[in-house]
């Protein structure tokens, strides 16, 4: 899989102002949201349950992936759950599953600015 930095360098390259972060906070996601932001994600399969596992790349860079790595766009949510889009389809989680997927990379995204 790719990561956050890649994927944030690539959309500049279209005109976008993307930046990619780590450890990221579920205040400042909410708030992103809450701006109309929407925020790219590294997820551990369709948000659900993830184990990190680390990895040395074949030129020696160290980095944690983890089966079934995905990302996908927070577009909402509530007091109960997130609601994101994951190519087509758009579904909600429970914070707290959301919350362990995201994790499991990092709290890695994407976000825009204006």
């Known amino acids: 899989g790719v990561h956050?930095?890649?994927?944030a360098a690539l959309s500049r390259t279209y005109g976008l102002n993307a930046q990619?972060?780590?450890n990221f906070s579920l205040d400042v996601l909410r708030s992103e949201i809450a701006s109309g932001l929407p925020v790219i994600v590294w997820v551990a399969g369709h948000v659900g349950l993830g184990t990190p596992v680390p990895y040395t790349t074949s030129d020696g860079s160290n980095t944690t992936v983890a089966p079934y790595e995905h990302t996908v766009i927070v577009i909402g949510y509530n007091d109960r759950e997130?609601?994101?889009?994951?190519?087509?389809?758009?579904?909600?989680?429970?914070?707290?599953?959301?919350e362990h997927s995201w994790a499991v990379l990092g709290n890695m995204a994407v976000i825009m600015r204006p």
């Open 4 to 7: 956050a930095e890649p994927v």
């Open 82 to 98: 997130v609601e994101v889009l994951d190519g087509a389809e758009m579904y909600t989680r429970r914070w707290s599953v959301f």
């Open 20 to 22: 990619a972060v780590r």
